[in-house]
């Protein structure tokens, strides 16, 4: 069964500091793996997408990393700011048309 | 505004009343999502339009659940004789398919949510 599988379900960090989300997925045949940022009451909106042979790719303060020998992938957010209190979805794409498979997200709080 | 544009935003309705949803995707995109997101979940494929062809459905798109996209442009989302499982966010999505192209970047719009009482 095609899964994507987050961890952890939330966290909560203080401002300024590093953190690193967790994304391991059973798709195939996999196509590409995408990061979501999503707020409260809004549509996901992307931050990297890499294909199977991309490694690493950043956006930013964003930078997301892909093992797809261990179909695993992390999003690293450094320097964390209060806008980045969001929940973050990791997202594998497989199929000709992309169809899209969803994890759960991490939900992510930045205190002050 | 150039992105991807849902209405209503929040819709309040009785069980068993019937709905419909409207998407306006960006201009000249080809490929139309629909999308299904309850609280606490990521969301779940309902169905897609390539231009005006509805080329897939998923099992959680039961028959009270119709979508159309008439002329390759905006899509229509109806769901009839509602029912309380039904109150989710319903997200829209559009991308730009090209021939050989290895993957499509999908734009989502900011979503309708769905209350049913």
């Known amino acids: 069964k095609n899964q994507v599988e987050q961890s952890p379900q939330s966290l909560i960090i203080l401002e300024g500091k590093n953190c690193t989300l967790q994304c391991n997925y059973t798709v195939s045949p996999f196509s590409n793996l995408r990061w979501y940022k999503q707020d409260t009451g809004r549509g996901p909106v992307s931050l990297t997408i890499?294909?199977?042979?991309?490694n690493t790719k950043s956006n930013g303060r964003y930078t997301a990393t892909l093992d797809a020998d261990t179909k695993q992938s992390s999003l690293h957010i450094t320097a964390s700011q209060l806008s980045d209190s969001a929940s973050y979805i990791c997202?594998?794409?497989?199929?000709?048309?992309?169809?899209?498979?969803f994890g759960a997200g991490t939900r992510l709080a930045v205190h002050p | 505004d150039t992105g991807v544009s849902q209405d209503p935003r929040h819709k309040i309705t009785k069980r068993g009343q019937n709905v419909t949803f409207r998407c306006d995707p960006i201009s000249e995109h080809n490929r139309l999502y629909w999308y299904r997101q309850t609280l606490g979940q990521g969301p779940e494929f309902l169905t897609y339009?390539?231009?005006?062809?509805?080329?897939?459905k998923s099992r959680l798109l039961s028959d009270r659940f119709s979508a159309e996209r008439p002329k390759g442009s905006f899509s229509t989302l109806e769901i009839q004789r509602t029912e309380q499982g039904d109150s989710a966010m319903y997200l829209c999505?559009?991308?730009?398919?090209?021939?050989?192209?290895?993957?499509?970047?999908?734009?989502f719009g900011p979503g309708t949510r769905l209350t049913v009482l």
């Open positions: 999505a559009s991308s730009l398919a090209l021939a050989g192209g290895s993957y499509n970047e999908q734009f």
């Open positions: 339009f390539q231009n005006e062809a509805q080329l897939e």
């Open positions: 890499m294909t199977f042979s991309e």
């Open positions: 997202v594998v794409s497989f199929g000709g048309y992309n169809k899209l498979i």
